[in-house]
């Protein structure tokens, strides 16, 4: 059939108006027409008789945020949707802010705290936030170590403490699991079914967090990390939109949640992959110090023969506990299997104590969480590196040696955890489309190292930050000289002053960039939620 030039222009011009249009609704509304529109679109009726604040307060959005416009926020949300809201100091907010893990969040005291029921509540909280230009913050399980995390000082912080469905398919293939669930709340339903999923290794840690920014998992040798279990995502878009994200509706999109953080979107909900576990094997063992040698060669040769046996999991960690130096070990085998053969380097070296049993999975995540508690000033950072048992070695000696120049702060207990990233996982990275970690299978086995310092006094902060800071850079100098370094930053173990994206590598770092403005042309996400880890590197909040 011929088509006429002009009509061909026409048809090209109509098709360029229809993409142009798709890619402006993806917008935050900017008019107070725009702002009713959304809501009604939400079920919102009656929008028009929202309380507007003062036109000179509207006209004030431009400029930089101001206390007066969260609290025009709190209010407008409060008339809106009464019962989310909690004001500053009402016995609600107070027992809110109680759940963080860290004093330095708890200590971050927004303008209100919005507990949402549901994705279309967490729509009309973003869509008067944003309008009104007032920061926010978003918590899930509330366990980052840094202020601003998942808080925000005078702005409103969206606490998805009821967004807590676990919901599991009739084919038992699939899990919808709220935002605002721990990872205990998964097992706990999980377990009795026989079922799991890819998720968090300590009880009380949330869903939201861990799965966003990767998620090591006592499965992922055999089913990658938490990243890489999610079908699907429940997001709500910067234009207020409920959206499902998936590889065969937004692959772009898909590609980024899976590592990019809360840089995108609220994620409300996560569909996961769920598979048949029965009981694991599985617990910790105390060492001495002086087997750090055995320690670390084991540790060595366990992530280069871990192709051989992806059931099992291992975290080697470092602590001063009571002014002594202890190995505090974890093992655990994704079989009822006591003592399997790639433990036995392991297993051979003396220890002090001993908990190895057949367990469920909720009962070695409970363990675990008693070594997390809260209620302490919290620090985090990390590193990656080749794999190497001497490296390791170096790197125990500068952790020490930092240690004993902060070892009198009240409530002090420092550790330095040791995990690997092994070929079995990093394959697994790329299912799904792969997701945006930029770590290749031929990189690994890789060392991932964590430095978390907890203590009591504020007065202390300064030196111990600048303690954790001194061993991370020698540490990683120490690699470079060893030529053992690698780029990659755990985004849920790093500190406020580490750019986490550059460390997913140049390319990585700007297809998340471009897949942010297509899809948050406003930018929501990366200029009124400061917090966490931005894709720029411009990261919010306060490193103590």
């Not at 899990?175 to 890819?198: E, I």
């Not at 506990?321 to 093992?331: C, E, K």
């Not at 985090?380 to 001497?390: I, K, L, V």
């Not at 140049?506 to 297809?511: F, G, K, L």
Request: glycine share 10%; net charge neutral; with cysteine.
């Amino acid at each position: 059939m011929h088509v006429s030039k002009s009509l061909l222009a026409l048809i090209t011009l109509s098709a360029n108006g229809i993409a142009a249009a798709k890619a402006e609704t993806y917008a935050a509304p900017h008019t107070l027409d725009e702002l009713h529109g959304a809501l009604d679109r939400l079920g919102i009726k009656g929008a028009g008789r929202i309380p507007v604040p003062p036109e000179a307060l509207l006209q004030s959005r431009a400029a930089a945020p101001s206390p007066r416009l969260c609290s025009a926020t709190c209010i407008i949300l409060g008339a809106i949707k009464k019962n989310i809201v909690a004001p500053l100091g009402s016995s609600i907010y107070i027992q809110e802010q109680n759940r963080y893990w860290s004093n330095q969040q708890l200590e971050t005291q927004p303008a209100c705290r919005v507990t949402p029921n549901n994705a279309v509540e967490v729509a009309v909280t973003l869509l008067i936030t944003e309008f009104l230009k007032c920061p926010f913050a978003v918590k899930s399980g509330g366990h980052a170590a840094f202020a601003g995390a998942s808080n925000i000082q005078g702005g409103i912080t969206i606490d998805f403490n009821s967004l807590n469905q676990v919901e599991v398919s009739k084919d038992k293939t699939l899990t919808k699991v709220g935002a605002g669930n721990r990872w205990l709340d998964v097992y706990t339903k999980l377990d009795p079914m026989g079922l799991s999923v890819v998720g968090g290794r300590v009880a009380d840690i949330g869903v939201g967090g861990l799965t966003l920014g990767g998620g090591v998992s006592f499965f992922s040798g055999r089913h990658g990390w938490a990243l890489d279990g999610v079908r699907n995502y429940q997001v709500v878009m910067a234009n207020g939109r409920i959206v499902d994200i998936n590889q065969k509706s937004n692959p772009d999109l898909f590609f980024a949640l899976r590592g990019g953080g809360n840089n995108f979107g609220i994620v409300t909900r996560f569909d996961l992959e769920t598979f048949p576990q029965g009981k694991l094997w599985g617990g910790a063992t105390i060492h001495p110090i002086t087997s750090n040698k055995a320690v670390y060669k084991a540790f060595e040769n366990f992530a280069n023969n871990s192709p051989s046996d992806p059931d099992a999991a291992l975290i080697t960690a470092v602590a001063l506990a009571q002014g002594n130096y202890i190995f505090a070990n974890d093992y655990e085998y994704a079989k009822p299997v006591p003592y399997p053969k790639i433990f036995d380097e392991f297993t051979s070296i003396p220890n002090i104590t001993d908990t190895m049993r057949i367990a469920t999975l909720s009962d070695l995540t409970k363990e675990l969480n008693a070594s997390n508690p809260g209620g302490f000033r919290e620090t985090y950072t990390t590193a990656t590196f080749r794999n190497s048992a001497d490296l390791q070695v170096k790197i125990l000696d500068i952790f020490q040696k930092e240690v004993e120049g902060i070892k009198d702060a009240e409530g002090i207990l420092p550790a330095l955890v040791m995990q690997p990233i092994t070929k079995p996982m990093i394959k697994l990275f790329g299912k799904r489309g792969g997701n945006c970690l930029g770590i290749a299978e031929s990189d690994g086995p890789l060392i991932l190292m964590n430095l978390a310092i907890m203590w009591s006094s504020k007065a202390d902060d300064d030196r111990i930050i600048a303690a954790a800071d001194r061993v991370i850079n020698n540490s990683i100098a120490t690699a470079k000289s060893m030529k053992l370094d690698y780029r990659y930053i755990y985004q849920n173990y790093a500190s406020l002053k580490q750019s986490v994206f550059a460390g997913y590598g140049q390319a990585n770092q700007q297809r998340l960039i471009q897949i942010s403005k297509k899809y948050d042309p406003d930018q929501v996400f990366q200029n009124l939620q400061p917090g966490y880890f931005k894709l720029d590197g411009g990261n919010g909040g306060s490193p103590t």
